[in-house]
């Protein structure tokens, strides 16, 4: 291996679609390349292990109160899975092992990320399991307690959709929406939405229009953007067949915003199997697996009009060094760049096995300026992880977190996965959820070190609010407060929001 600047600090039945987990096998790389250009801290976290629940297929989420929260794809005490949670020391602790009812009527696989409601409790899917073996909509609180809000293809001939791999958002009014990947009124999966009772409305089902031009088999979730509207990704459909980007209202009226590969070669990427985020300039930003100039996948930004631009195509670099096959989305950091990962590809050479190579962590300029910052499999035996899944996150303390599907702890065939985190030299900040409301809404704000806070203010305004740990403060949006970022005053100093907090006019509601 090349000379690197890392610094280490160490402390079977589930799968992607059958189709999807096919293409996991298509493109190999066996060759180094250059080590990475960036200087950062790569740690271990948590190895995750047979007997705690094993292959995180999803990112994680920050919860209220600071600590981390996720899912694995099998292990548990059931092997079918499990909701965890960690602390900032890696400390793990298994909050429901999966299949726990007969018949796995809780729900069996979960591959996607949790969302923490406004009420405080977890929300999530399993991709089998239920009443139909088809998927659940679940929730679960803070101590482990869980009910089964839906069980899928519980319409005749499965109307209701089946098989969801996306995480769910939740909306202004408390509800829920979600994507499955298959069934629906077309058989090419949905749109839903479901209220905190159980109740499931179909908003859209892919397929019905002539050659699924429309778009076919979303799998992952919806992106709640500034405008009031949703936005996501299809696998397949669209104009050319290999996936498209999508706007739907909360009242379900849909409209394709772009089909991928209108061009010679896919140039400009396709297949775009993670969601999408929206950057600080109001643009969406996202990834394909495959196409752009080498057919390793891109990086793209969308307008909200429609007009795509690709910032980025991997294995572009000798024996793909820049990483290739991007399964996860982007995060945009608060340095407004956007992080990312690649499940393969990478400069670390090893013994050839299943995959070949093993991921990259990468950071891009909103411009398209690409640096590799760290390869995976770095340590002997994979112990720092291999094959990257979910996306990053950017916790309150300023570090990114994730997780590997496989490598870390040996007594899983290829590894059981890993949790790690990475410092980027960015510094902590305070992030609110929801992201936007009217006067007068609830909202709170997540940090590190909150505790004596002294002021909290949206754009100027001053709020009044309740500091309830050091990593979570509740407020309420205050009279003549504008859009704009919410601070928080410290004893240590002023923490700012990573993204602007919008205020919504009770009138437009």
Same mark, same amino acid.
């Given at each position: ?13 589930? !799968?992607?679609? +059958? ?12 060759? %180094? ?47 079918? *899975? ?27 696989? #979960? ?10 409790? &977890? ?35 499965? %109307?209701?959709?089946?098989? #969801?791999? @996306? ?7 408390? $509800? ?21 009772? *159980? ?6 089902? &892919? ?17 709640? %953007? ?70 390793? *996948? ?6 909200? $009009? ?12 000798? %024996? ?8 996860? @989305?982007?995060?945009? *950091? ?53 094959? #990257?899944? /979910? ?15 496989? /490598? ?18 960015? !510094? ?5 959820? +929801? ?16 505790? !004596? ?21 509740? =407020?309420?949006?205050? $009279?003549?407060? =504008?859009? !704009? ?25």
């Amino acid at each position: 291996m090349c000379n690197s600047s890392y610094t280490h600090d160490r402390k079977s039945g589930a !799968g992607p679609l +059958p189709w999807l987990r096919a293409a996991i096998f298509v493109s190999v790389c066996l060759s %180094a390349a250059t080590a990475s250009l960036a200087s950062v801290r790569f740690s271990d976290l948590v190895d995750f292990h047979q007997t705690t629940g094993y292959n995180p297929y999803s990112q994680l989420i920050q919860g209220f109160d600071g600590k981390l929260y996720g899912t694995t794809s099998e292990g548990g005490a059931q092997n079918a *899975g499990t909701v965890f949670k960690v602390s900032s020391t890696g400390r793990l602790f298994t909050l429901y092992s999966f299949c726990s009812l007969p018949g796995c009527a809780d729900g069996r696989f #979960p591959q996607t990320a949790l969302v923490q409601g406004s009420d405080g409790d &977890f929300y999530g899917v399993t991709q089998a399991g239920g009443a139909n073996d088809d998927g659940t909509i679940f929730k679960i609180n803070k101590r482990g307690k869980l009910t089964t809000l839906y069980s899928f293809c519980s319409l005749s001939k499965c %109307a209701d959709g089946s098989a #969801p791999y @996306g995480p769910l958002v939740e909306n202004a009014d408390g $509800e829920f929406l979600g994507t499955t990947s298959a069934d629906g009124a077309q058989n090419g999966g949905t749109v839903f939405k479901i209220s905190r009772r *159980g109740v499931l409305t179909t908003l859209h089902s &892919f397929c019905s229009k002539s050659k699924c031009a429309d778009g076919n088999s979303p799998t992952h979730g919806l992106l709640l %953007a500034d405008d009031g509207n949703f936005y996501g990704t299809t696998g397949e459909g669209g104009a050319a067949g290999v996936g498209t980007v999508f706007k739907i209202t909360p009242t379900g009226k849909l409209t394709t915003l772009y089909s991928f590969c209108p061009q010679t070669g896919c140039t400009d990427g396709d297949y775009p199997y993670a969601g999408l985020i929206q950057a600080t300039d109001g643009n969406l930003y996202g990834t394909t697996v495959f196409g752009g100039t080498q057919g390793g *996948g891109s990086v793209f930004k969308l307008t909200l $009009e429609g007009k795509l631009t690709t910032l980025y195509s991997f294995c572009i670099q000798a %024996a793909c060094a820049d990483g290739e096959h991007p399964y996860a @989305g982007l995060v945009q *950091g608060t340095s407004g760049n956007f992080y990312g990962i690649t499940t393969e590809g990478g400069a670390t050479l090893k013994p050839p096995k299943i995959f070949g190579t093993y991921g990259t962590i990468f950071k891009i300029t909103p411009r398209g300026k690409f640096t590799t910052l760290y390869d995976f499999c770095s340590q002997a035996s994979c112990a720092d992880g291999e094959f #990257p899944y /979910g996306e990053l996150i950017q916790a309150t303390d300023g570090r990114f977190y994730g997780t590997t599907l496989y /490598g870390g702890d040996l007594s899983c065939t290829m590894g059981c996965g890993t949790i790690y985190r990475m410092a980027a030299g960015l !510094g902590p900040f305070v992030q609110t959820q +929801p992201r936007s409301g009217a006067v007068g809404a609830a909202v709170v704000i997540q940090g590190t070190n909150l505790q !004596g806070a002294t002021s909290v203010t949206f754009n100027g305004t001053a709020a009044n609010f309740t500091v309830i740990s050091g990593a979570e403060i509740k =407020t309420t949006v205050p $009279e003549g407060a =504008t859009t !704009g970022r919410v601070e928080v005053t410290t004893p240590e100093g002023t923490l700012s929001s990573n993204v602007l907090f919008r205020v919504i006019n009770n009138q437009s509601r």
